[in-house]
């Protein structure tokens, strides 16, 4: 069964930061990768998606990430975090049919 | 333009006591699924379905049971509640095709078993 692995908890940064979160997944033929936040006290919504085509990915509010086949990875980053982006993360895969296996997310906390 | 709706938001209940969570979506998407979100863990998919009459299991399906009689709904029932059921609950939708469509999620459903 596929497992995504989100090394990173519990994230502390100040203002301005630079930010990457990590996502490994276990499954080695074709996948979609997803990355979904959640604000406190809302649902998740969609930063942004992978499935084919160019590894860099560009999404909502300044953040992209790379999805690497080799290293079956596809971390998120930021280059200047702001309060604003305080809340959870949560890093998705869908593999074969289309069960979505998620990751169990990482808690950003931003300081102004 | 609603979404994805749940009801109740909140909702207590004793050992063995049964309910349904009730998830509806206008959006005419085929894909619905209920996780449930507990600290650490991430969501786990609880059950899904591609399509009105068609269900399947998912990661954690134990104790719960879901139908598909129309497009639009997709109850989950708890048939005797346990307290390892405590979580918050969402009903996601999507829609099933070539580009993978990204779920839409509900406001969630956050139930406590005592």
């Known amino acids: 069964a596929q497992s995504v692995s989100q090394h990173n908890h519990h994230v502390i940064l100040s203002e301005a930061a630079s930010l990457e979160l990590g996502c490994n997944y276990s499954y080695g033929g074709t996948v979609n990768l997803f990355w979904y936040v959640q604000y406190p006290g809302q649902h998740l919504q969609l930063l942004l998606k992978?499935?084919?085509?160019?590894?860099l990915v560009k999404g909502i509010k300044g953040f992209e990430a790379e999805f690497i086949k080799s290293k079956f990875s596809f971390n998120l980053r930021k280059p200047s975090v702001q309060w604003s982006d305080t809340a959870e993360y949560f890093c998705a895969v869908k593999s074969a049919g289309n069960m979505l296996t998620f990751g169990g997310g990482t808690r950003l906390m931003v300081k102004p | 333009n609603a979404g994805v709706t749940q009801t109740p938001k909140f909702q207590v209940l004793k050992t063995g006591q049964s309910m349904t969570l009730q998830c509806a979506q206008d959006m005419n998407h085929e894909y619905m699924s209920w996780y449930r979100q507990d600290p650490g863990m991430g969501l786990r998919l609880i059950h899904y379905?591609?399509?009105?009459?068609?269900?399947d299991q998912g990661e954690v399906p134990n104790g719960y049971n879901v139908s598909r009689s129309t497009t639009e709904d997709f109850p989950l029932r708890l048939l005797s509640a346990a307290p390892s059921q405590t979580s918050v609950y969402f009903c996601?939708?999507?829609?099933?095709?070539?580009?993978?469509?990204?779920?839409?999620f509900g406001n969630g459903t956050r139930l406590t078993v005592t």
């Open positions: 996601a939708s999507s829609r099933l095709d070539r580009t993978n469509s990204p779920l839409h």
């Open positions: 992978y499935f084919s085509g160019d590894p």
């Open positions: 379905s591609v399509g009105a009459g068609i269900t």
